[in-house]
């Protein structure tokens, strides 16, 4: 396996179509436990973050390898909520998830939210530790998933 480097990364927002969304979690399906194709249908998702969400992504060779997407729309609770956060196995461990989640908290920061909360499978024990290294903390458990809360400071 080559190793990546930034220089081989754009990095962009709101700049994917729904059909780049579905291609890259269609391959990244597998690495969601259990399957993200077997919890929601695919397409309807990703036009739905398309329609009402804000994308932050990672780009290679014309591909979209990463993703973090959340919605920004709780103005009365002043609480943004990320969704997704998805990035393909050769990327992994290069540090694209976590810049990807640090532009998403910027962006709540500088809407002037209070919190941005997130779900991370229980067994997914390298998000869970990403997200408490920037700030989440652990406030709910639930069907399998922790539920994380950053306070936007």
């Not at 709540?108 to 998000?127: G, M, P």
Request: glycine share 4%.
């Amino acid at each position: 396996m080559r190793l990546m480097s930034s220089t081989d990364l754009t990095f962009e927002v709101d700049t994917a179509s729904a059909n780049d969304i579905e291609a890259h979690l269609s391959r990244c399906d597998r690495s969601f436990q259990p399957c993200l194709s077997s919890r929601v249908c695919l397409k309807a998702y990703a036009e739905k973050i398309r329609r009402h969400g804000v994308t932050f992504e990672a780009w290679a060779n014309g591909s979209l390898v990463g993703l973090v997407a959340g919605y920004f729309n709780d103005r009365a609770r002043r609480e943004a909520f990320l969704t997704n956060a998805s990035v393909e196995q050769e990327w992994r461990r290069h540090g694209v998830a976590t810049a990807l989640m640090s532009n998403a908290l910027t962006r709540a920061k500088d809407l002037d939210f209070l919190t941005v909360r997130t779900e991370v499978q229980h067994t997914n024990n390298a998000s869970r530790l990403m997200c408490l290294n920037l700030g989440f903390k652990i406030v709910e458990h639930h069907s399998g998933f922790l539920v994380m809360s950053c306070a936007c400071v």
